[in-house]
């Protein structure tokens, strides 16, 4: 990425980025008074930046920028795949464009962090989960799911019971636009009754399993069962 400079002369390009890039990685322990700041640079730099660079970059809106990888992966719209396999009928690999050709829901739910910071009304569409499901014919022993993502680090879990419900997507849309990188996309997990760490980006795989196996967060103290208002102790409000 080479420099590139504003109408008035002020460089804007890979340091800027990098920093704002660097804020957003330790967003996680610091919190809210570190994304008003990330917030107040990518309003600044999008102000200044005619090469659109900004639009890549996490944070703004209110969200904070999470991830437990190195960097933010990419994967294309025509690369994308999605893997449904363990115990069911009939395993299948998807394309971003086999997702979209299926039946869309669309729902408006606040984002809650299990770490105090919401976004309310925010808009995702995408597939039930519990449609996938039925395509692929769940056999009578599956009691959970386990999502792996292309990251190759994070993962998560639901029960059966849960993934059936329909607020559970596979969400290609975010905020009525397609699902950005750095938001998890192109693809991506929407568990919208529980808080935002189960709905994991950068969804690659799902596998209907016997039993539920805990995700990355939970052997660190988060609760499997991630309700808003009813797990971790930390927040007495509904998403409603």
Known sequence: MTENADREGRPVGRRVILGILGLGAVAVPIGGRLQDVTDGLLATVSSK????????????????????????????????????NGLVDRPATYTLEELKAMPRTRLVRDVQCVTGWRV???????VRLSHLLETAGVKPEARAL???????????????????RPDMLVAYEMQDKPVTAAHGGPVRLY??????????????????????????????????????????????????
């Open 49 to 84: 930046d005619p090469t659109g660079l900004t639009g890549l970059l996490p944070g703004g809106g209110g969200f904070r920028f999470y991830s437990v990888a190195d960097s933010i992966p990419h994967r294309s719209s025509a690369d994308y795949r999605l893997t449904v």
């Open 120 to 126: 309310p009304q925010t808009p995702f569409a995408g």
């Open 146 to 164: 386990h999502f792996t993502c292309f990251d190759g680090v994070y993962t998560e879990s639901l029960t059966l019971e849960q993934a059936r």
């Open 191 to 240: 568990a919208a009754p529980m808080y935002f760490y189960k709905s994991a980006k950068w969804l690659a795989g799902i596998t209907v399993t016997d039993r539920v196996i805990p995700g990355y967060w939970e052997p660190r103290g988060y609760d499997i069962d991630a309700w808003v208002g009813r797990s971790n102790g930390r927040d007495d409000d509904s998403t409603g």
